[in-house]
């Protein structure tokens, strides 16, 4: 079993849709949580961090993290054509040398 | 602006030869990082450094070398011993273990 799953997609919603992505995990080691939103050939954009389970509100943007069932999701409002990219989770392992795992990304196509 | 410059954008490399990536940070950050990116395999994780003077090997360091003389600087040589070096390659920073990694912009390699 991987460390981290995500739903590979590709996931394609109008605009304006309400848009889920999710991970799930194994090791429950793992602390602290990110999603990245990476455009075609640039480097990952931090969206979100947390290590709390419970959700996390950032304008359009939630993160929720539920560490008894070791899944996280980011849900995404009002989604934009400028929202379409790939997306992806990320964990740290409390106890590692700041090593981050990443899932394999979610790529987003919001329709206009 | 405070960010993570890597250079060059695109890379060609000819048979058994090595080439360099540089990867610099304004951001005072301690800790920094190189990963690579393919296609359907997310990000791996080739070498990591938490203070100067100090790298650690991550999950594929075979076939790669890195320094770290300056805080500001990590690069990345992808020797001729690395048999399949075409990828994306994308350095990141952060302040400390637990928080989040800011990554620069990626360098694409390619074999000629």
């Known amino acids: 079993q991987k460390e981290v799953e995500q739903d590979p997609g590709p996931l394609s919603v109008p605009e304006g849709a309400i848009v889920s992505l999710n991970c799930t995990y194994s090791?429950?080691?793992?602390?602290?949580f990110m999603w990245y939103r990476q455009y075609s050939r640039k480097g990952p954009e931090l969206l979100m961090y947390t290590y709390s389970s419970g959700n996390k509100e950032d304008g359009r943007f939630t993160a929720q993290v539920d560490k008894s069932s070791k899944y996280i999701s980011l849900f995404i409002r009002d989604s934009q054509p400028s929202d379409s990219a790939t997306y992806l989770c990320?964990?740290?392992?409390?106890?590692?040398?700041?090593?981050?795992?990443f899932g394999k990304g979610t790529l987003l196509t919001v329709n206009p | 602006d405070g960010g993570i410059t890597q250079s060059p954008k695109y890379l060609f490399r000819k048979e058994g030869q090595n080439v360099t990536l540089s990867c610099e940070q304004n951001l005072n950050h301690d800790a920094m990082y190189w990963y690579r990116q393919d296609p359907g395999q997310g990000l791996r994780l080739i070498y990591y450094?938490?203070?100067?003077?100090?790298?650690q090997k991550g999950d594929i360091a075979e076939g790669y070398s890195v320094s770290r003389e300056k805080k500001e600087s990590f690069p990345l040589t992808v020797t001729s011993a690395q048999k399949n070096p075409t990828a994306f390659y994308l350095c990141?920073?952060?302040?400390?273990?637990?928080?989040?990694?800011?990554f620069g912009d990626g360098t694409r390699l390619s074999i000629l």
């Open positions: 090791n429950s080691a793992f602390q602290y």
């Open positions: 990141a920073s952060s302040t400390s273990g637990y928080q989040p990694q800011h």
């Open positions: 450094s938490q203070i100067v003077n100090d790298f």
């Open positions: 990320a964990m740290i392992n409390g106890g590692s040398n700041y090593k981050l795992t």
